[in-house]
């Protein structure tokens, strides 16, 4: 799609403006589909297997398309503003960029969140066998047919517990860096930057360690025998979702665009 097609799109009225900005990406699960833009511009733009197949020359090229008719609207956008893009230091502002991007990856809750990573990667390194185990036992009760039991809602219910773990634990910590970023940077006098971003950032990775949390808790009735690695998993969420409150105090309080408040943003 060229940029009068974005253009044309962006115009439609049924979109709420910046949906997109602060969900969580899960557009399988999202109920705003019918009212996002990026969705809309996706399904449009990569309506093939072949152009969401990462590894397939066609996902590049359509990737590519949209890069450029978004560079050509940004420039358009420059120019009428009375900015020239060529004129600004790229290297500079790469750099800077670099810098905070780092010290945004040290901030104690950036750091608290990478150990969870590590901990969910390693928890099912570990307990692979065990969940293959558990699999095993629910289609063997389920094949029994037994009255009473529902093998089958378990399975269900431990696979959705699984992804939403899977879906939210690199995502906090990405969301978090990013978060910190948009505090940094408020230091780089000529880098312009909006603390509420921090906040619907911050956010997003709240509401990633709730429900990631829920998650666990419901896993523990599901899997006792895992029940001390899971407590401490749930431990250090617990400490994360510390770490980013007091980080963020008014986080909780932002309003993003749809999921908040629809009325302000038709
Ligand atoms: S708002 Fe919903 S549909 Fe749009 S990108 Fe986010 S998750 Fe996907």
Redesign the pocket.
């Known amino acids: 799609m060229d940029k009068d097609g974005i253009r044309k799109l962006a115009e439609d009225p049924r979109f709420i403006s910046g ?2 900005n602060y ?5 399988e699960r ?1 109920v ?2 019918s009212r ?1 833009m ?2 809309a511009l996706s399904e449009q733009e990569f309506d093939s297997p072949e152009s969401r197949d990462i590894r397939n020359q066609a996902f590049w090229d359509k990737l590519g398309g949209m890069l450029s008719a978004t560079l050509d609207m940004a420039r358009e956008k420059a120019k009428e503003m009375g900015i020239d893009l060529d004129a600004i230091d790229t290297a500079e502002i790469a750099q800077q960029t670099e810098r905070i991007h780092e010290m945004a990856k040290e901030q104690p809750h950036s750091r608290a969140a990478m150990k969870y990573v590590g901990m969910v990667d390693d928890w099912f390194e570990t307990n692979r066998w065990l969940l293959e185990a558990k699999c095993d036992e629910l289609e063997s009760l389920a094949q029994a047919d037994i009255p009473g039991t529902s093998p089958d809602d378990d399975a269900v219910r431990i696979h959705d517990c699984i992804e939403v773990v899977r879906w939210y634990h690199h995502q906090i910590y990405v969301k978090l860096c990013r978060a910190a970023s948009g505090t940094i940077c408020d230091e780089f006098e000529d880098l312009e930057c909006i603390q509420k971003d921090a906040d619907g950032s911050a956010k997003v990775a709240i509401i990633g360690i709730e429900r990631s949390a829920a998650a666990w808790a419901a896993l523990l009735s599901h899997l006792p025998d895992l029940e001390r690695s899971i407590f401490h998993v749930l431990a250090t969420l617990k400490h994360l979702l510390k770490q980013v409150d007091a980080s963020f105090p008014n986080a909780r309080s932002f309003l993003r665009p ?1 999921f908040d408040k629809t009325d302000d943003f038709e």
């Open positions: 949906i997109y969900c969580d990406r899960w557009c999202c705003f589909t996002c990026n969705y749809g």
